[in-house]
């Protein structure tokens, strides 16, 4: 795996060896790509008669819910890089919340997580704090469960991606974004 830089030094992605494209870039491709979203949302169909969905009817409704959430998505991450550049706010630190569950604790180079803009958002980005204002996405994708465990995008590889990287950066002697 290798660090690109997105917005620097701001936003980096990891791009696994497997893949591609990094991380950032491959989640946008797919959000803003119809057939993969509707595809989704018509296999997981099942999943949007829980309560958190109840405004959304349809697969094709929360289709269109990703496709404008990563619109928004993008345009506020370009936003949120001209704050910084201009050390004004908002800025990357407003966007990211830190990750529940086991890394509750973790403070250094702590797991993240974003949301899309609507709420209930259908969004979910993961990331690693390098310090202030700075962070490296690990993955993320479309989040139909309260629980990344119960999700179907998410469930197989978001918390052991953000695991991989964090045992990477540690192995590389990584520890903020100068170590990059």
Known sequence: ??????????????????????????LFDAWNDPEYVTGFMCD???YLQSDTWIQIQNPEDAAK???SEAEELENQFEALADNSDNGTKPDFDSLFHYLEGKYKYELEIAAMKSYGPYRPSLLRMYAIRMKPNCYLITGGGIKLAKKIQDSPELKDHALQNIDRVKD??????ISDSNDI
Request: hydrophobic share 30%; glycine share 2%; proline share 5%.
């Open 65 to 67: 819910q990703v496709m």
């Open 44 to 46: 997981n169909q099942d």
């Open 1 to 26: 795996m290798v660090i690109d830089s997105i917005f620097p030094p701001y936003i980096y992605s990891i791009h696994y060896d497997a893949e591609e494209d990094n991380e950032y870039d491959r």
């Open 168 to 173: 990477y950066l540690l192995r590389n002697g």
